[in-house]
């Protein structure tokens, strides 16, 4: 096992996910995933001891190209939760990996790995790594599809299905696209039950499969399984950002709303803020749906924490347009699937806090940001419209590495 360490004595160990689960080449990934990981990277205070496992990167990458800073003086908000908890934090680790966690944890707290007694400067155990079998239910796509129908008992929750891999066959399939709905049957899709934007994806239409979709079938069944549902025409993507910490208590770090990119690709977050007097960061989508989703989205971590996860994860969701007669209506897909690591919204949130309290570090602030995670990408995607503009109202940042900087934009209110 090999890693890339910083520090002398590393106090905590990250297990950063960012899709590694798909296992994709990195001349596809690298540069993306490495923009990412340089994000993160520097929302932490100083160096923490930061061991990367090269596991959580695409097969092929580089080292040279990692831009890890050696020290960062701002702190975030996931800095400010982690620091609090002075642990490991999980990906989605197999038990290996689990080990190793565990094995680093009990070094930085300087006890043996075989006592599981508290350290009494940090007040965590070494089993508080969560088990990896844990971490692979509640990041399958299954545990949320399973979940959902518990909490919004609505078309979306009901339909929505679990395929092991021996059910992946036409037949099958096309025997419970008879028990639908006629016109859910009309476009339909099955996505791979771990996996992220959308890759990998067969779809359907009238309820049956074509050629090429019975090929693809074989493909989901080696990644362990699909997701069977409905093709929804999406309106807004969205996000809730969590934290779930060793004693199992949830915190919500914020809602937001994705800037994406076909096929689902990941271009940014944005969304409303507001900092009081105290301190105190809220941050959320600004959408109207945003009291449902906060709802739903905390009594499915209640369950995935209830199981034994701990750490960051996010809910991803969406609205769709629903065609009832002659007329159509917006509605809220409260529960796509759960992340369990950190994600690309976690990110934004702790460059979102950086960037406004250094605009205003001690008085109140509030107003509206956006994050773009890579502008170059943005504008390929979504051309320039969506690029904040300074004679619109808009302070505009380039955070991150200096040489493929993300963007951070905020629109405040008038106080």
């Known amino acids: 096992m090999s890693d890339i360490s910083r520090g002398e004595e590393p106090a905590t160990s990250l297990y950063a996910n960012f899709g590694a689960e798909e296992q994709r080449d990195a001349k596809r990934a690298g540069r993306e995933l490495l923009r990412l990981v340089s994000l993160w990277h520097r929302l932490f205070p100083q160096d923490p001891g930061v061991v990367l496992p090269r596991s959580a990167f695409p097969p092929g990458t580089e080292w040279t190209q990692a831009e890890l800073p050696s020290a960062a003086s701002q702190r975030g908000i996931l800095s400010g939760w982690l620091f609090a908890q002075r642990g490991s934090i999980p990906w989605l680790p197999n038990e290996e990996w689990a080990s190793a966690a565990r094995s680093t944890e009990a070094t930085a707290a300087n006890t043996p790995t075989t006592n599981p007694t508290a350290n009494p400067t940090t007040n965590l155990t070494t089993n508080s790594v969560p088990d990896p079998r844990v971490v692979r239910e509640v990041h399958d796509k299954a545990f949320t599809a399973g979940v959902a129908p518990t909490i919004a008992r609505t078309t979306w929750s009901m339909l929505s299905k679990a395929l092991e891999p021996e059910e992946l066959e036409a037949e099958h399939i096309e025997e419970i696209m008879r028990g639908w709905p006629s016109k859910w049957r009309q476009r339909f899709v ?182 773009l995670f890579a502008p170059d990408m943005v504008r390929r995607f979504l051309g320039d419209g969506i690029l904040p503009k300074t004679e619109d109202g808009w302070l505009v940042f380039d955070v991150g590495p200096s040489g493929d900087p993300a963007m951070v934009a905020l629109r405040l209110e008038s106080s």
Request: hydrophobic share 35%; charged share 25%.
């Open 190 to 371: 099955l996505k791979p039950r771990i996996g992220t934007s959308g890759r990998g994806r067969v779809d359907g239409a009238d309820g049956r499969l074509d050629d090429a979709g019975r090929r693809g079938l074989s493909k989901l069944a080696a990644r362990g399984g699909a997701i069977l549902e409905p093709w929804f025409e999406r309106v807004q993507d969205l996000s809730a950002q969590y934290w779930v910490d060793s004693a199992g208590r949830i915190d919500l770090l914020g809602t937001t709303q994705q800037i994406l990119g076909e096929n689902g690709i990941y271009l940014g977050n944005e969304g409303v803020f507001f900092r009081g007097e105290d301190g105190h960061f809220e941050v959320r989508s600004g959408h109207w749906s945003d009291s449902r989703l906060i709802h739903d989205s905390i009594r499915l971590v209640e369950r995935a924490a209830g199981g034994g996860f701990r750490g960051p994860c996010g809910i991803d969701a969406f609205t769709y347009r629903d065609h009832v007669g002659g007329e159509v209506r917006e509605v809220l897909r409260s529960l796509v699937e759960l992340n369990a690591r950190y994600t690309t919204g976690t990110v934004a949130l702790g460059w979102l806090e950086i960037v406004a309290s250094s605009v205003s570090p001690e008085t109140p602030i509030s107003g509206e940001w956006r994050f």
